[in-house]
């Protein structure tokens, strides 16, 4: 197969010859330094292609053929790393510069072309590499290989505008390194582990007795800074702080707004590059309160960490992939002030799990009037899983099978409301009515949070049971993958009301 394509080419072909051979991605054809430099996909396998000897052809390692004249290279690290130092657009960057981003975190590492191509009808920042430590245990992958995926999906569509890099909710000084090493341009500091949850049982003795601990010089400086005060937002909104609001906020927030100065301070500052710092309080157990929004952002802003973006937990529910659940209208009131103090500020206020929450997002676009960053992550794998049900069904019923066995151990890792006995036989089901599974919302969580366990199974020879299944059959359906993201997506921003490109 590789050999008949290879036949195609000549030493003398045009670059208009070679964007109508099947199988080259036109959009990725580059001349540079007299070679020409394409992705190509044969046989289902993706390799690089440079086409003439010159400076950047040495540089690549692969296969030559051509007479020395062609050379096919594998999509590795190597080549990847290359790829970025010749063509700067496929580095990923700050998100700074532009009012919506929007992160597009990518499981499978193979859904952002279909992402990106969004760009080219809708006027936002994408940030396509975007994976929690979790995520990454849970694929078995790293951030190496994401920003690799990143690099060569970027290349494959020609897309020039710039991309971003989340270390998404991220924990600890290790981590945080781990991720600067491998080229983020965002860290999104999860402060979980340092918010004090216990705070909200305890009696007001307790918390009296608890704040005393605090050093003396250290609350009264709070006290006077908090205390007494209209904090003024706008015309409005102020924010107000009784003696007993302040413990509360002092005990719940002050150890995770140290770490944030902390990392703040030690890697943030300290960096050579442009990086978009985001904190994020939102995987918690309670709701985050105006209050304590303005008390945390105040407290690391006036330390000097400078924030840009805030990921606060908003009332209702955001679970994966399916839509918001909560009152819309008391959303809205909440949103709004949340987003008057970030706009005070002047960082993004930051929506997580933002996948399919289709009845908040008019809200959203509104009452932000553009200046946001949203996450959503995952719903490309069920898209994906969509796409499997129509076009492979045989596959999706042992995924289906599997998914259900395997529930109670996901849901260790993912808090959602799914029920086993919920469950839809789908024995009897005909082939064509299986893509209707994934319009209920029970399972649709339930195919969203087994995706680790799903790509991670092996039979007794330590095969992989589903994984190369999967890939060979989204790779073999790419433009419908990319077609369904697109649409899916695209629903999204259209909601949001994303301003198009002229
Ligand atoms: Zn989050």
């Given at each position: 197969m590789i050999n008949s394509f290879k036949d195609l080419?000549?030493?003398?072909?045009t670059a208009d010859e070679l964007k109508t051979i099947e199988g080259i991605y036109s959009d990725s054809l580059y001349e540079k330094d007299n070679s020409y430099i394409f992705l190509a996909n044969f046989n289902n396998e993706k390799s690089l292609i440079v086409l003439g000897q010159g400076k950047v052809f040495d540089k690549f390692e692969g296969e030559q053929f051509l007479e020395g004249e062609g050379k096919i290279c594998s999509l590795n690290h190597y080549n990847a790393k290359i790829m970025r130092q010749i063509f700067p657009f496929t580095s990923p960057k700050s998100y700074n510069d532009f009012p919506i981003s929007i992160g597009l975190g990518d499981r499978l590492g193979i859904a952002s072309p279909g992402h990106l191509r969004l760009t080219k009808k809708y006027d936002f920042f994408p940030v396509i590499a975007q994976q929690s430590i979790r995520e990454l245990e849970l694929t078995g992958r790293t951030y190496s290989d994401v920003l690799d995926s990143s690099t060569w999906a970027v290349f494959q569509e020609g897309y020039e505008n710039g991309y971003g890099f989340d270390g998404d909710h991220l924990k600890k000084d290790e981590e945080i390194q781990m991720a600067l090493e491998n080229g983020a341009t965002m860290i999104t500091l999860d402060l979980s582990d340092y918010i004090q949850n216990e705070v909200y049982n305890m009696e007001e003795n307790e918390i009296d007795r608890k704040y005393d601990e605090i050093p003396k010089d250290v609350r009264e400086s709070l006290e006077n800074k908090y205390l007494n005060k209209d904090h003024l937002i706008d015309e409005e909104l102020s924010i107000q702080f009784t003696e007993e609001d302040l413990k509360k906020n002092v005990l719940i927030y002050l150890d995770g707004i140290n770490y944030g100065i902390h990392v703040y301070n030690r890697f943030i500052s300290e960096s050579k590059c442009n990086i978009d710092y985001e904190i994020s309080i939102d995987e918690t157990l309670h709701t985050t309160t105006i209050q304590a929004h303005y008390f945390v952002a105040s407290q690391l802003i006036s330390n000097g960490a400078k924030i840009r973006s805030l990921a606060p937990r908003f009332c209702g529910e955001f679970q994966k992939g399916i839509d918001y659940i909560g009152n819309i209208e008391e959303f809205k009131k909440e949103f709004e002030m949340h987003f008057k103090i970030s706009k005070y500020y002047k960082y993004k206020l930051s929506i997580h799990s933002g996948s399919d929450k289709f009845s908040i997002f008019p809200t959203v676009g509104e009452y932000t009037k553009g200046f946001y960053h949203l996450k959503t992550a995952g719903t490309n794998w069920l898209v994906a899983i969509q796409l499997i049900a129509d076009k492979d069904p045989e596959l999706f019923r042992e995924i289906y099978d599997f998914a259900f066995k395997n529930l109670d151990e996901a849901k260790k890792h993912y808090h959602v409301n799914v029920n086993k006995d919920n469950n839809i036989s789908?024995?009897?089901?005909d082939n064509k009515d299986l893509v209707n599974i994934l319009k209920d919302d029970n399972m649709r969580q339930v195919l969203h949070i087994t995706y680790g366990l799903i790509l991670q199974a092996k039979d007794k020879e330590g095969k992989s049971i589903f994984k190369d299944k999967i890939y060979e059959s989204l790779n073999k359906y790419e433009e419908e993958y990319y077609e369904a993201l697109y649409e899916h997506i695209g629903r999204h921003l259209e909601l949001l009301g994303v301003k198009k490109n002229n």
């Open positions: 080419l000549t030493k003398r072909i789908i024995e009897y089901m």
